[in-house]
């Protein structure tokens, strides 16, 4: 029972309550549109730190990210593609991260993967970096503009 059911029961009533939406409409065409700057990208960002000091700590390395790629990545999440959903737990994911070809994948689907890989490189530097050395991101973006066409 969450705090605001506690307080209505409390009140000596229970009236519904709806959910927020937890998947707003997504705005594709904006997305889409800052999306296309990193198709023709060939660097995406390069790896900085690792350096070790003079008290011997070491700078913790991390990826400095092209300006296109940053842009992509702030649209995701102000154009809601980011999608709700257990991304860490998602197994046919990771599998499908393999594919040459997302054509024929549903757009919830491509959502959802755009957000394992993007969600993922907060927890693991250089993930974001990778997908797109590999032509994955670019390979969904692709498969989302068939669609959205």
Not at 6 to 33: C, Y
Not at 52 to 70: F, Y
Not at 101 to 129: P, V, W
Request: aromatic residues 10%; proline residues 5%.
């Amino acid at each position: 029972m969450t705090d605001h059911d506690a307080k209505r029961k409390r009140a000596g009533r229970i009236v519904p309550v709806p959910d927020p939406d937890p998947d707003p409409a997504p705005d594709m065409k904006g997305f889409l549109l800052v999306a296309e700057g990193i198709l023709d990208l060939t660097e995406f960002g390069h790896w900085r730190g690792g350096e070790r000091n003079d008290d011997g700590s070491i700078v913790m390395p991390w990826v400095d990210r092209e300006d296109k790629v940053s842009d992509f990545v702030r649209a995701f999440y102000n154009c809601r593609i980011v999608y709700p959903f257990d991304w860490s737990g998602w197994d046919e994911g990771r599998e499908m991260t393999g594919w040459d070809d997302f054509s024929g994948i549903d757009m919830l689907t491509l959502r959802k993967l755009l957000t394992a890989i993007i969600r993922n490189d907060r927890f693991c530097e250089g993930a974001l970096l990778s997908a797109l050395e590999e032509g994955i991101i670019q390979r969904i973006v692709m498969a989302m503009k068939a669609i959205y066409r």
